[in-house]
């Protein structure tokens, strides 16, 4: 048998739907809690991938916490072949998730698309590329700061070794923004992890940040933050 949680609440789809366009503090606020959650998924060794976060994959509970749903399209890297099927939704897939080769940066991409939908109250599928690079261009759509706007564009780089490489690099940048500085930090000469391919198309994983483990057996992970990620049973962790 597989057990599942019953998460009560309404997703980011419904939401949008009934609410439209969310306000930039509330998407801040929101992209925080997911990285958390991020930050634990990717963290496991092999790290977790989710491949399909988007809007109608984050359930928002009625205390207020949001929890990322539906780890059907979830994988970790890197299974014996190095290879792994396309799986995911278009419009929230970087191109090496389309290659079928995804790394957890591909769900940082999957989760500045769906920011972006928040505050555009469109899909991202729907919104215009900007020139031969084909990155999403939604500064047009919606009401956001110079600081905002410049972390999900490195979070939407189409290339993977310019783009945010991990959700405490994220978490880091919005830190910053927060304390009036912007971009990332390069004072320290701190090296950010990166993904390379081997000869055969591989990549090559990170030492993971290390993170507070959690209780045995539980299904469900629970963070200080008190952000939920709904783990299913098919995931040794």
Not at 51 to 71: C, E, H, M, Q, Y
Not at 102 to 122: F, H, I, Q, R, W
Not at 133 to 149: H, L, M, V
Request: glycine share 8%; with cysteine; net charge negative.
């Amino acid at each position: 048998y597989l057990v599942q949680e019953w998460v009560e609440g309404q997703t980011l789809r419904a939401l949008l739907k009934d609410q439209g366009a969310f306000a930039e503090q509330r998407v801040q606020a929101l992209l925080g809690e997911l990285l958390e959650i991020l930050v634990y998924l990717h963290s496991r060794s092999p790290s977790i991938i989710h491949r399909d976060i988007k809007p109608s994959n984050v359930i928002l509970r009625p205390d207020g916490r949001a929890t990322l749903i539906d780890f059907g399209a979830g994988r970790e890297v890197l299974d014996d072949s190095g290879s792994s099927t396309v799986v995911g939704t278009f419009g929230y897939m970087p191109p090496e998730q389309l290659r079928g080769r995804p790394v957890p940066s591909s769900d940082l991409y999957g989760l500045g698309a769906t920011m972006c939908e928040l505050l555009c109250n469109k899909q991202p599928a729907d919104m215009p590329s900007r020139g031969a690079i084909f990155e999403i261009d939604f500064r047009p759509w919606c009401n956001i700061s110079d600081g905002f706007a410049d972390i999900l564009q490195d979070m939407l780089r189409q290339e993977h070794s310019v783009r945010f490489q991990t959700a405490h690099e994220v978490l880091r940048a919005l830190d910053q923004m927060d304390q009036g500085n912007t971009g990332r930090d390069t004072s320290k000469g701190e090296s950010r992890p990166d993904y390379t391919f081997d000869a055969d198309d591989t990549p090559a994983q990170p030492i993971p940040e290390p993170i507070p483990e959690p209780v045995p057996g539980s299904a469900m992970v629970r963070r200080a933050t008190g952000v939920d990620a709904v783990v299913y049973s098919w995931f040794d962790l």
